[in-house]
């Protein structure tokens, strides 16, 4: 029996549109054979949706489900904003991110999850595809859970309750009152929406990312014709500088009753001594829709659809 891989499943999806299980059933039922699997899906009319397939899906919803002690985002994207308001389309992606708590962040097991309905999050995904005309996937998920603590939720650009454009997970492990701390953690969750942060410490941040950035400081740095020693220094005060817009503890907090001046991570020590006990922030996620989707050249189907109008 062939090995069969994420890639392996990845690119089969992509070609044909099918579900992810369907796929691994393929690629296994034909060993591998990435021709013989598009083949299998079309006898078995799995790959129907595969001529929307190649249609970019950017825009549609995260979902955000919680409970005290964990959190899930899913998203789930479609071709336009219209169908990202339509009421079916908005309960599926309702459902898939409650199911998300249990599926723990797992993409394939929560496709394979069964929906109120008694059919898979996949097949209920065909359906709505096959209803409404337009390719949608369900792009990534994720988890969080502490123990003890909260993990806190915020939505942005909401459509409706723990649907929206924007999606939060903050975790905070701490003994302290779980209401009190609750309140703490949607104050930071709201500062992740705005803020952007890209990593929790200096130390979460990707090297490449840290070391790309020195290079372009150390070549900025270098045009001021000043000795190396000197800009070495600059670098350093520049590095500190991309940590603060970047580093989550680092940032200059955003949310309700700041001043602007104290930092994410002077928050949290403020709200320790204030509640009588130690907070740590474990982590944080933030999805929004469409980030990092490249819509290629052609433009999306939104765009697509009005050229057609003549407009």
């Known amino acids: 029996m062939a090995n069969v891989t994420a890639n392996m499943v990845k690119d089969l999806r992509d070609k044909t549109g099918a579900g992810m299980m369907d796929c691994k059933s393929a690629l296994t039922e034909t060993s591998g054979d990435m021709e013989s699997a598009v083949d299998w899906l079309r006898k078995k009319g799995l790959a129907k949706a595969a001529k929307k397939a190649g249609r970019v899906a950017a825009e549609g919803l995260i979902g955000v489900a919680a409970r005290p002690d964990a959190g899930a985002l899913v998203e789930v994207n479609s071709e336009t904003d219209f169908v990202a308001r339509n009421d079916q389309f908005k309960a599926f992606v309702k459902e898939a991110s409650e199911l998300g708590l249990e599926a723990?962040?797992?993409?394939?097991?929560?496709?394979?999850m069964p929906m109120s309905s008694g059919a898979s999050v996949d097949a209920v995904l065909k359906e709505l595809i096959a209803r409404i005309g337009e390719n949608m996937s369900v792009r990534r998920a994720t988890a969080l859970a502490v123990s003890p603590g909260v993990v806190a939720t915020y939505v942005h650009n909401t459509t409706s309750p723990e649907l929206g454009k924007i999606g939060v997970l903050v975790g905070l492990r701490s003994t302290a009152d779980q209401t009190k701390l609750a309140a703490l953690g949607r104050q930071i969750a709201m500062h992740v929406a705005a803020a952007a942060p890209l990593a929790l410490t200096p130390g979460h941040l990707p090297q490449d990312v840290v070391e790309r950035e020195r290079e372009i400081q150390r070549d900025l740095a270098r045009q001021s014709g000043k000795p190396e020693n000197v800009i070495d220094k600059m670098i350093e005060g520049r590095m500190r500088k991309f940590y603060e817009d970047t580093v989550l503890l680092a940032q200059k907090y955003l949310g309700p009753g700041s001043d602007g001046e104290i930092t994410v991570a002077k928050l949290v020590e403020n709200a320790?001594?204030?509640?009588?006990?130690?907070?740590?922030?474990?982590?944080?996620?933030?999805?929004?829709?469409?980030?990092?989707?490249?819509?290629?050249?052609?433009?999306?189907?939104?765009?697509?659809?009005?050229?057609?109008?003549?407009?």
């Open 104 to 112: 723990e962040g797992d993409v394939e097991k929560l496709l394979a």
């Open 272 to 311: 320790s001594k204030e509640l009588g006990a130690p907070i740590e922030i474990i982590g944080f996620v933030r999805y929004a829709v469409g980030e990092g989707i490249d819509k290629g050249p052609g433009g999306d189907f939104a765009d697509e659809v009005k050229q057609m109008a003549g407009h």
